[in-house]
């Protein structure tokens, strides 16, 4: 028995290596280190990759989204809807351009906004709504353009769970005004430090953008808005072109991970699977399994996920918890007036969920060792 980590980028790397050094050694040899041709043609294969006309590289997934609201110029006085039950930056960037975050509880069987939720939540001074496609599961995205559409709503995708996934036949981040993806290593297409890109077909969105991440400006030296200094650089668009590539030979690879996990888990009782939402093709960025407890009082909560985790641990088998705590109820926005028990789904979920170990690479062999371990504590 070994240890099984939450996920291995190295064992990946290994199949790429020598095509990454040939390609590291062009950038290094040629001199041009920021912006250039490497970032260029990543942009343009990222864009066709996706599905839409125009791809602008950033230094970050939350650059991304902040460049998507500044660009949709969504700013002080307004509001825009998400989901509670994400990583922070989904909602910190609205923050920072100075809108008000509006939380709408999520559908627990897919972990993303539900739908039948979001009406409700829309005011006068309601601009967008971002959905995330959580763990690499799309939502219904023919459903939230027409709610968008039909209250004149723009909407910024949340890819950065789940690039290459689909929502019929066509990939997520091509169906919003704006999508967002981050490049960090352990998303499904990971760079080797930080990196993100924004996707549109519109040009002039597209124009503000490119605007708004060189310091605000089209013409050098000449600044027309307050902007930022978000690059990806050309090392890591060098690396991410070579990534593309087997991108969904590994998609491809995470969903026979999660089928096998489906398959293992089938007869333990007190846990509730993933499960992939008809009409949609998951790219499961994380296998992630709730521990239901009936426990309601509230030092209990969250108590027996806590020692399957702690048992799993001994077994040498790592999880994770994403996330622990739901954004309407985190320290900062104390000021937002959220109560204990306003969004039920989240909270309660916040309590369950446990991420399996899931990366392409990881072995039937390793998977039965954690469906052994889970089998073992649950009794
Ligand atoms: C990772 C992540 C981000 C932020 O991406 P960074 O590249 O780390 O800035 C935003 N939203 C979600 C849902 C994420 O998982």
Redesign the pocket.
């Known amino acids: 028995m070994s240890n099984i980590p939450p996920l291995d980028l190295a064992r990946q790397y290994k199949l790429i290596a020598e095509d990454v050094s040939v390609a590291v050694e062009d950038i290094l040899a040629s001199g041009r280190y920021i912006g250039g041709s490497v970032v260029e043609s990543f942009e343009q294969q990222f864009a066709a990759y996706v599905g839409v006309k125009e791809c602008v590289g950033c ?7 902040y460049l998507a609201l500044r660009a949709l110029q969504i700013g002080t006085g307004d509001e825009v809807i998400t989901t509670p039950f ?2 922070f ?2 909602s910190e960037v609205i923050s920072a351009v100075g809108a008000k975050p509006v939380f709408v509880d999520i559908d627990p069987e897919m972990f993303n906004l539900d739908i039948n939720q979001i009406t409700s939540a829309i005011t006068e001074r309601t601009k967008a709504i971002i959905p ?3 763990f690499g599961q799309p939502m219904d995205m023919t459903a939230v353009m027409d709610l968008a559409q039909s209250h004149n709503l723009f909407v910024i995708e ?1 890819v ?2 789940a690039t290459g996934a689909r929502w019929g036949e066509q990939r997520v981040g091509s169906f919003g005004h704006i999508g ?1 993806f ?3 290593p ?2 499904n297409l990971g760079g080797f430090g ?3 890109a924004c996707t549109t077909s519109d040009s002039a969105i597209a124009a503000s953008m490119r605007m708004l991440k060189e310091h605000g400006s089209r013409r050098r030296y000449i600044h027309e808005e307050i902007g930022i200094n978000s690059r990806l650089d050309a090392l890591q668009a060098a690396i991410l072109q070579i990534k593309l590539t087997h991108l969904d030979t590994w998609n491809e690879q995470r969903r026979k991970v999660a089928e096998n996990y489906h398959r293992l888990l089938k007869p333990i009782s007190g846990i509730v699977t993933p499960q992939e939402i008809h009409g949609s093709r998951s790219v499961w ?1 994380q296998y992630t399994i709730r521990i239901v407890s009936q426990q309601t009082d509230a030092d209990s909560l969250g108590a027996k996920r806590d020692a399957v985790r702690n048992s799993l641990e001994q077994a040498g088998v790592s999880s994770m918890i994403y996330y622990p705590l739901p954004l309407h109820l985190q320290p900062v926005y104390q000021d937002l007036g959220y109560q204990v028990g306003q969004l039920p789904a989240s909270e309660q979920i916040c309590h369950e969920v446990l991420s399996l170990p899931m990366f392409p690479e990881l072995t039937l062999e390793e998977q039965e060792q954690v469906v052994y371990a889970l089998k073992d504590c649950l009794g």
């Open positions: 230094n970050s997934g939350t650059d991304a989204l994400t990583f930056a989904t995330v496609h959580l949340d950065a769970q967002c981050s490049f960090f352990t998303k930080d990196g993100g960025n």
